[in-house]
């Protein structure tokens, strides 16, 4: 595939024990984030995030993944990885609003690497500190019924959610 452009989207298909609970579907903000969106689709081409899961889920804030580690069922490490590079931060004036996509990082702002989550609330908080590089076109409904399963104590559901992501123009 080419570069990606403002007509790229990605799909991540979600599922748990087997059953699909749908998809979700992002366009991107290449306009102001054009490093983290060839990032993620260049990954996402790649097959790195199949079979990766939402390993960080908090109601009312947003659903996490992205994470290599968490292929493996010991959860102890899930959280932990990336692709082996990072990626400059691209912060910009899109609102971390109910929908939208970013890249999570650790305390260094330029750390992103694989690991993205979807608002599933408005989160102003993180505006200017975290890079916002798309938004949910459709399966708003889908990263809802994923923030509401059970999860322990690390914020980890207690079944995998996996996920599958393909990059279409």
Known sequence: MSEP?????????????????????????????????KNFTTLAQEGFYNGTTFHRVIPGFMVQGGDPNSKDSDRASHGMGGPGHRVKA????????????SMARS????????????C????????WQYTAFGEVVTGLDVADKVVTMKRDGRDNPLERVEMTVTITD
């Open 5 to 37: 452009t403002e007509h790229t989207r990605a799909t991540i298909s979600v599922s748990s024990k087997g059953t699909q609970l749908g998809e979700i579907v992002l366009r991107f903000y290449y306009d102001v984030a054009p490093g983290h969106v």
């Open 90 to 101: 691209e912060f910009n004036s899109k609102p971390h609003k109910r929908g939208v996509l």
């Open 107 to 118: 305390n260094d702002p330029d750390s992103a690497g694989s690991q993205f989550f979807i």
């Open 120 to 127: 599933v609330a408005d989160a102003n908080f993180l505006d």
